[in-house]
């Protein structure tokens, strides 16, 4: 069965300190890879997502950055921290073009402080 | 480009009371629409799904929606709600064809069950 792992869970960082947030996925090959924010009170907010390694689409101009080294690893990174980064951020996979479920990582609830 | 908009940002609603969650969407193009549900501080898992065929849609949990395209709506249902259903609910869309799956979500509605 596929299984996907966020980690950390919860991180408090000051601002204008790097970010790296790690989304492994286990089970399946090639997936579509996403990265979700969720601000309170604002939905999900999609920012990036990949359909193979080193293939990245960015959703919404920010100071946050996506990667993907390997097939079933999808990294989210930021070089400076701002307060406005602060959230729940989602990960998710799914296979296929359209229409298919997306299955979501437990989250890291991020604070900037 | 979709929108999603999710008519009321809370419901509180008594146990064994029936529940509808409201969900509006706008596309150029034919679209498969889900809802979600996430417990605090959780990831979201999904409840059910249309892609085609019959417009009432089952799911788990005693939860259904109906597609309608003319009103473009999506509202989840369910006849009897427990306490345990109280979680954040969100409907969302993606388009077909070559989107890979992305989706546009609303903007969340809290069911907040009192017994």
């Known amino acids: 069965s596929q299984t996907i792992h966020q980690w950390p869970a919860t991180l408090v960082q000051p601002v204008g300190s790097p970010l790296s947030l790690e989304c492994t996925v286990e089970g399946t090959s090639n997936p579509n890879l996403y990265w979700y924010r969720q601000a309170a009170g604002r939905g999900l907010q999609l920012l990036f997502y990949?359909?193979?390694?080193?293939?990245i689409s960015s959703e919404v101009p920010q100071n946050l950055s996506a990667s993907r080294p390997q097939d079933r690893q999808f990294i989210l990174s930021s070089k400076k921290l701002l307060l406005s980064d602060s959230g729940f951020y989602l990960c998710?996979?799914?296979?296929?073009?359209?229409?298919?479920?997306?299955?979501f990582g437990p989250g890291t609830r991020l604070l900037v402080l | 480009a979709q929108s999603v908009t999710q008519l009321d940002s809370q419901v509180p609603v008594f146990e064994e009371a029936p529940v509808e969650l409201r969900c509006n969407y706008s596309?150029?193009?034919?679209?498969?629409l889900f809802w979600y549900v996430q417990y605090p501080n959780q990831g979201l898992q999904l409840l059910l799904k249309y892609l085609s065929g019959s417009t009432l849609v089952k799911g788990i949990n005693g939860f259904e929606a109906e597609f309608n395209k003319s009103q473009t709506s999506f509202h989840l249902r369910k006849p009897s709600v427990h306490i345990s259903d109280t979680a954040e609910y969100f409907c969302?869309?993606?388009?077909?064809?070559?989107?890979?799956?992305?989706?546009?979500f609303g903007q969340g509605t809290i069911l907040t069950v009192h017994p």
């Open positions: 990949s359909v193979g390694i080193g293939q």
């Open positions: 998710a996979w799914s296979v296929g073009h359209g229409g298919e479920t997306q299955y």
């Open positions: 969302a869309v993606s388009a077909g064809g070559t989107s890979y799956g992305k989706l546009t």
């Open positions: 596309s150029s193009v034919s679209v498969y």
